[in-house]
C-alpha cells in the first residue's frame, strides 16, 4: 500500500509530538506555618447551645399553649357624673368589657397557668387550644401576691408543657415566648435573659394586692398585651416562666414569674384556691456591710424580733441571730426568706441554717398560720 507524500509528512509529525518528552511538573510549595496572628487568637467558639432555629422548640411547645378569652359586666359611666341617676337610684348603663390573654397546660387532667390580671373580676372564661377546640374554663385558686391563677378544663387529648428549673435559667440565655398577642395567636418570639432578680418597682409599677417574693425574670424577647400569661421556655421547650408584664417606657423589656414559684405554690391553689401564709413569728432586716464584719455572714438576713407566741420562738432562735438557710436554700434577702415561710405550708418542719457569735447552729420551725391583725 502506498501513501501519499501529505500522509506520510503528517504521520511523521505526529511521531514526534508524541515522542516528545512531559514537561516536568513542579510540586506545589506548602504554606509555611507561623505563629497565630492575635486576631486569630482572639476568635471565640460559638457556644454548642445556640440554636439554629427555634423550629423543633416551637413544635414542641405550641400545642401546650392556649388563648384566653374573658367577658365582664362593667357599669358604663362614660356620660360622667348624674345627679338623678344616683340620688334617686336609676340603674347605669352596663356593657360587656372583653379581654384576653394567654396561658399554658402543666397537666392531662386540664389544669392551666395563667396570669391573675387575666381572669380578674371575669364572669365567663373560654380557653381555645391549638386545634381550635373552645372549653369553658373555671378558677381553681390565685396569688394575686405574683399575679398567679390556676384555672381548670375539661377535655381530653391535652399536651401538657415542660416545666424546667427556672433556678438554673443564666443571664445571656436564649428564650422563647408564645402567646396571643392582640389576638393574633400562637405567636413566637425570641430574645435572651436580660435580667433575672426583679422587683415589681423594676416595673415601674406596683402588684395589684398583696406581696410576695419579687423575682421576676426580664427577657427582651418580645411581648405585647395579650402575651400575659403564656410560657417563657429555654430551646429545650422547658417552661422558665410565664409573662406577666412590660414596661410602658421602652420597648424589649419583659418581666416573667419563674416557674419555680408557680410550682411553689401549686399544691396549696389546688387545695386551698390561696396560699395561706404561714409565719415565723419573727421580724428581719436585709444583711449590711457592718453587720457581716460583726457576724462573720456573708449572706443571710438578720432577726430583729421575736413574738413570744411565734413558732421561731420556742424554738430557741434569738434576736441577731442571722439566717442563712432555710431547707437547705441559701437566704439572699428578707423577701425571700418570706416567701419561703409564706409558702412552707402551714404546720410543717422547716430547718432554719443560722449564725450565732460567728458559729453556725441549725434549728427546727414548725410554722404557724400567720395571724390577722384588724
Known amino acids: 500500500m502506498r501513501l ?35 486576631a486569630a487568637s482572639d476568635v471565640k467558639i460559638i457556644y454548642p447551645n445556640v440554636p439554629g432555629s427555634f423550629v423543633s422548640t416551637t413544635k414542641k411547645v405550641k400545642p401546650s399553649v392556649v388563648n384566653i378569652f374573658t367577658a365582664q359586666v362593667v357599669q358604663d359611666r362614660r356620660h360622667g357624673f348624674s345627679m338623678f341617676e344616683d340620688l334617686f337610684g336609676r340603674p347605669h348603663k352596663e356593657r360587656i368589657q372583653r379581654s384576653l390573654g394567654s396561658g ?4 392531662a387532667q ?8 387575666v381572669i380578674r373580676g371575669a364572669q365567663q372564661i373560654l380557653v381555645q387550644l391549638e386545634d381550635k377546640r373552645q372549653v369553658p374554663a373555671t378558677p381553681v385558686g390565685i396569688e394575686p401576691g405574683i399575679d398567679a391563677a390556676l384555672l381548670h378544663i375539661d377535655a381530653d387529648k391535652l399536651q401538657p408543657a415542660t416545666m424546667g428549673n427556672s433556678d438554673q435559667l443564666e443571664v445571656g440565655e436564649w428564650v422563647m415566648a408564645i402567646g396571643n398577642p392582640f389576638g393574633l395567636s400562637h405567636t413566637v418570639t425570641a430574645g435572651i435573659v436580660s435580667a433575672k432578680g426583679r422587683s415589681w418597682q423594676d416595673l415601674g409599677a406596683q402588684p395589684g394586692t398583696g406581696g410576695g417574693y419579687q423575682n421576676f425574670i426580664q427577657t427582651d424577647a418580645s411581648i405585647n398585651p395579650g402575651n400575659s400569661g403564656g410560657p417563657l421556655v429555654n430551646v429545650a421547650g422547658e417552661v422558665m416562666g ?8 421602652g420597648q424589649g423589656i419583659g418581666f416573667a414569674v419563674p416557674i419555680n414559684m408557680l410550682k411553689t405554690i401549686l399544691p396549696q391553689l389546688k387545695r386551698s384556691g390561696r396560699v395561706l401564709p404561714a409565719w415565723l413569728g419573727i421580724g428581719i432586716r436585709d444583711m449590711d456591710e457592718r453587720v ?3 457576724t462573720g455572714a456573708s449572706n443571710g438576713v438578720v432577726v430583729t424580733e421575736l413574738f413570744q407566741e411565734g413558732p421561731a420562738y420556742e424554738s430557741g432562735l434569738r434576736v441577731g441571730d ?9 437566704v439572699r434577702d428578707s423577701s425571700m426568706l418570706a416567701w419561703m415561710t409564706a409558702t412552707a405550708g402551714i404546720g410543717n418542719k422547716v430547718k432554719l441554717n443560722i449564725i450565732r457569735e460567728r458559729k453556725t447552729l441549725q434549728l427546727e420551725v414548725e410554722v404557724q398560720a400567720k395571724p390577722y391583725s384588724d
Open 4 to 38: 501519499s507524500l501529505t500522509t506520510t509528512l503528517l504521520f511523521l509529525l505526529f511521531l514526534a509530538c508524541a515522542c516528545r518528552p512531559l514537561p516536568k511538573e513542579e510540586p506545589t510549595p506548602e504554606p509555611a506555618l507561623g505563629p497565630p496572628s492575635e
Open 242 to 249: 410565664m409573662n406577666t408584664a412590660i414596661t410602658a417606657e
Open 110 to 117: 386540664g389544669y392551666i397557668f395563667t396570669n391573675y390580671h
Open 292 to 294: 457581716s464584719q460583726i
Open 322 to 330: 442571722v439566717v442563712v438557710q432555710f431547707n437547705d436554700t441559701e
Open 104 to 107: 399554658f397546660i402543666i397537666d
